[in-house]
């Protein structure tokens, strides 16, 4: 498991919406979440921006909600 995952802190659900994060090629700093990683998604709509690990567990998190597995 990615370190920055064990240190996160968890933002409410539903807050961080994975859609409207898109990737991006350029330096945007640190992820938003975690603190800890590089960010590597950004989202205009939520002014936010989070790492790999960060985003893959909003991807995951969504699917639960929704019955994915």
Same mark, same amino acid.
């Given at each position: 498991?990615?370190?920055?995952?064990? /240190? @996160?802190k968890r933002p409410?659900?539903?807050t961080l919406d994975h859609r409207t994060f898109e990737r991006v090629k350029v330096e945007i700093?640190?992820?938003d979440v975690c603190g800890e990683? /590089? @960010?590597v998604y950004r989202s205009g709509e939520a002014q936010a921006k989070v790492c790999e690990g960060c985003y893959a567990r909003l991807v995951r998190e969504w699917n639960r909600g929704?019955?994915?597995?």
């Open positions: 498991m990615h370190d920055c995952l064990s /240190k @996160a409410l659900p539903g700093g640190r992820c990683r /590089k @960010a929704a019955g994915v597995r």
